[in-house]
């Protein structure tokens, strides 16, 4: 449903418990990341009036999950601080083919992939996380996530059609699943 290629390793929960800290920072950037990056496709965009709107409520979203995880942050004394970014997100985007159409329609299905790993991962800390409070926020935060997906998805239906969406994003799937089971294991990340 997610259009994953693969799961998440079993012990990925067990791994960032250790350092829950960073899990939760780096959550909170990748919020504020997502915000700017539906923001920055209004702007590339901005003559194809199909996009622009659900691009703003989607930024507007993760703008208030992104205040929601600052809350968590101040609540447990995490400073909200810098965070040199996963390479995930980077190598993803270098995926993503020059010129258009084929530009537009490799952003689309790269960034519904992000949601739906962020969705997946999500999942998983709603179900074995062993803190109660964020069990109960990762439950609450997943459903959007897979909205997000699914919006970025049937953006790119709407413009390229059923089947060329899925062939593409097959590819993508696979490209995904690559880089994370590539990505350094010793940080903890949303998505490492
Ligand atoms: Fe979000
Ligand atoms: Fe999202």
Redesign the pocket.
């Known amino acids: 449903m997610l259009n994953l290629a693969s799961d998440t390793e079993a012990g990925w929960v067990q791994r960032v418990e250790q350092r829950l800290d960073h899990l939760l920072l780096d959550h909170a950037h ?2 504020k990341k ?1 915000a700017s990056t539906a923001i920055n496709l209004i702007f590339r965009y901005q003559m194809r009036p199909e996009m622009v709107r659900p691009l703003s409520e989607l930024a507007r ?2 703008l208030q ?1 992104f205040e929601l995880m600052l809350d968590v942050l101040e609540a447990r004394g995490i400073p909200f601080d810098i965070l040199q970014p996963s390479p995930y997100a980077g190598e993803l985007m270098a995926c993503v083919r020059k010129g258009e159409p084929q530009r537009l329609m490799d952003t689309l299905l790269v960034l519904s992939l992000i949601e739906a790993r ?1 969705c997946e991962r999500m999942k998983r800390l709603s179900e074995e996380l062993s803190d109660p409070e964020l069990r109960a926020l990762y439950k609450d ?1 997943l459903a ?2 897979a909205r ?1 997906h699914h919006g970025y998805v049937d953006l790119c239906t709407g413009y390229y059609g059923r089947e060329a969406t899925r062939a593409r994003l097959k590819e993508l799937a696979a490209e995904e699943a690559r880089i994370l089971d590539g990505a350094p294991r010793d940080q903890v990340r949303m998505h490492t």
């Open positions: 990748c919020e997502a979203e993760e999950h962020s935060l959007s996530e997000h």
